[in-house]
């Protein structure tokens, strides 16, 4: 359900709301907020929240520190582990500079102008996340181990899968929250799991994501374990995917698909600094389901993108390189002006690579771009990207690749 001003003014009220969340995040999807308490929200509403930039990783410096946080009503989610009687709510928030100025590293706004550049030309998106996540144990102290909460495989059942009950409490907090779950297993690695969700439009898909990371750790430290979304968490087993499922409208022919995975497939080693902006992420490639090559296919899970077996009507494509890593806003809207690109200019697409890249020999590998094999590659391919300089402020690009 999507809220007014007033309609969250009400429910406050009516509802026994005394903290209200407003969250953000930085720049690399990291999630941060601030606890107001009810009697703030008009001002809130009117004027902003002030909180301190240069605490927040390249956000700024102590010269021009402050930022203003404006809750967006149509955010807004009962936080359901948060106690009956004194309830807290949540919302994201768009930044402005202190004048009204919108905030340049303010991911959210990126991905909003993003879907409003895409209705301008006649075309909107839906997308679906799926992220993987490993379980490990704590230790007595509270602290993360090394140790997998179970030894499972994939789709594996209880006893041996441990994460049953974990999963089942994920996804029946998911739907308290107006979040739709579509389905939940034990994926390949020691201790490893996938939740996926239904696809929405962009910006609440992005803001689900979110949503969803704050949820499994909500979920699993009470029950004695720690969650770990990085890329790459155990050497010589499967990495954490962030699977994204994109789908353009108009949708009435293959045509239109053809021209959006065309846009992607072009820009994807420009894009990949932001889709797997950690050192952990490059360990992932070409093993165990990560792709190493530009190609795509039906069905093939060696491939970077992926037409997976759907009715005609739900024709959607699977970008497989990306990992929760990654600044979601940051990643839908990079691959929505990637896509944009391919429809207006009908890229044609490349032929499908029916075959299993994984096996492949070097010379059928040699007729493949490879996706950067370090970040400081992939930050060398961005920095010298018009696309990139198109879409993705100075700043942030700045924040991403000159620190690294």
């Given at each position: 359900?999507?809220?007014?001003?007033?309609?969250?003014?009400?429910?406050?009220?009516?509802?026994?709301?005394?903290?209200?969340?407003?969250?953000?995040?930085?720049?690399?999807?990291?999630?941060?907020?601030?606890?107001?308490?009810?009697?703030?929200?008009?001002?809130?509403?009117?004027?902003?929240?002030?909180?301190?930039?240069?605490?927040?990783?390249?956000?700024?410096?102590?010269?021009?520190?402050?930022?203003?946080?404006?809750?967006?009503?149509?955010?807004?989610?009962?936080?359901?582990?948060?106690?009956?009687?004194?309830?807290?709510?949540?919302?994201?928030?768009?930044?402005?500079?202190?004048?009204?100025?919108?905030?340049?590293?303010?991911?959210?706004?990126?991905?909003?102008?993003?879907?409003?550049?895409?209705?301008?030309?006649?075309?909107?998106?839906?997308?679906?996340?799926?992220?993987?996540?490993?379980?490990?144990?704590?230790?007595?102290?509270?602290?993360?181990?090394?140790?997998?909460?179970?030894?499972?495989?994939?789709?594996?059942?209880?006893?041996?899968?441990?994460?049953?009950?974990?999963?089942?409490?994920?996804?029946?907090?998911?739907?308290?929250?107006?979040?739709?779950?579509?389905?939940?297993?034990?994926?390949?690695?020691?201790?490893?799991?996938?939740?996926?969700?239904?696809?929405?439009?962009?910006?609440?898909?992005?803001?689900?994501?979110?949503?969803?990371?704050?949820?499994?750790?909500?979920?699993?430290?009470?029950?004695?374990?720690?969650?770990?979304?990085?890329?790459?968490?155990?050497?010589?087993?499967?990495?954490?995917?962030?699977?994204?499922?994109?789908?353009?409208?108009?949708?009435?022919?293959?045509?239109?698909?053809?021209?959006?995975?065309?846009?992607?497939?072009?820009?994807?080693?420009?894009?990949?600094?932001?889709?797997?902006?950690?050192?952990?992420?490059?360990?992932?490639?070409?093993?165990?389901?990560?792709?190493?090559?530009?190609?795509?296919?039906?069905?093939?899970?060696?491939?970077?993108?992926?037409?997976?077996?759907?009715?005609?009507?739900?024709?959607r494509a699977e970008l497989r390189s990306p990992d929760p890593s990654a600044n979601p806003y940051i990643a839908f809207?990079?691959?929505?002006?990637?896509?944009?690109?391919?429809?207006?200019?009908?890229?044609?697409?490349?032929?499908?690579?029916?075959?299993?890249?994984?096996?492949?020999?070097?010379?059928?590998?040699?007729?493949?771009?490879?996706?950067?094999?370090?970040?400081?590659?992939?930050?060398?391919?961005?920095?010298?990207?018009?696309?990139?300089?198109?879409?993705?402020?100075?700043?942030?690009?700045?924040?991403?690749?000159?620190?690294?």
């Amino acid at each position: 359900m999507k809220y007014s001003k007033d309609e969250v003014m009400q429910y406050v009220q009516e509802e026994d709301v005394k903290f209200i969340r407003l969250a953000f995040c930085d720049v690399f999807g990291k999630q941060k907020n601030i606890a107001i308490m009810p009697s703030e929200l008009s001002r809130a509403f009117e004027y902003g929240i002030a909180f301190d930039a240069s605490a927040i990783a390249g956000f700024g410096d102590e010269t021009y520190s402050d930022l203003l946080l404006h809750p967006d009503p149509e955010t807004l989610m009962l936080l359901p582990w948060r106690p009956e009687h004194g309830k807290v709510v949540r919302m994201f928030t768009h930044i402005t500079y202190p004048d009204g100025t919108p905030f340049e590293c303010d991911s959210r706004s990126l991905l909003r102008k993003a879907v409003a550049d895409a209705q301008k030309e006649g075309y909107s998106f839906v997308f679906g996340a799926e992220q993987e996540f490993y379980l490990f144990w704590l230790d007595e102290d509270g602290k993360a181990t090394n140790i997998p909460y179970d030894e499972a495989g994939y789709m594996d059942l209880a006893p041996d899968d441990r994460g049953e009950n974990i999963r089942r409490e994920i996804c029946l907090t998911l739907e308290q929250m107006g979040i739709k779950p579509e389905c939940s297993h034990h994926e390949e690695g020691p201790g490893q799991n996938e939740v996926d969700f239904r696809y929405s439009e962009p910006l609440s898909a992005a803001d689900n994501t979110m949503t969803f990371q704050t949820v499994v750790r909500a979920v699993a430290r009470p029950n004695g374990l720690y969650v770990d979304f990085s890329p790459k968490p155990i050497a010589h087993q499967p990495g954490n995917g962030f699977h994204i499922n994109v789908s353009v409208m108009p949708r009435n022919n293959i045509t239109d698909m053809h021209y959006m995975m065309a846009g992607v497939l072009n820009r994807i080693c420009e894009m990949t600094a932001f889709l797997n902006p950690t050192e952990n992420s490059y360990a992932r490639f070409g093993e165990n389901k990560a792709p190493a090559y530009v190609s795509w296919s039906r069905e093939n899970r060696s491939q970077l993108v992926r037409v997976p077996a759907s009715p005609e009507s739900k024709l959607r494509a699977e970008l497989r390189s990306p990992d929760p890593s990654a600044n979601p806003y940051i990643a839908f809207a990079l691959v929505i002006y990637a896509a944009l690109e391919g429809l207006k200019n009908k890229t044609e697409l490349m032929p499908a690579a029916d075959i299993n890249l994984f096996h492949a020999d070097e010379e059928t590998l040699k007729q493949f771009r490879r996706l950067p094999r370090t970040l400081k590659e992939a930050c060398e391919i961005a920095r010298n990207s018009d696309f990139i300089k198109a879409h993705i402020p100075e700043k942030v690009l700045q924040i991403y690749c000159n620190q690294k």
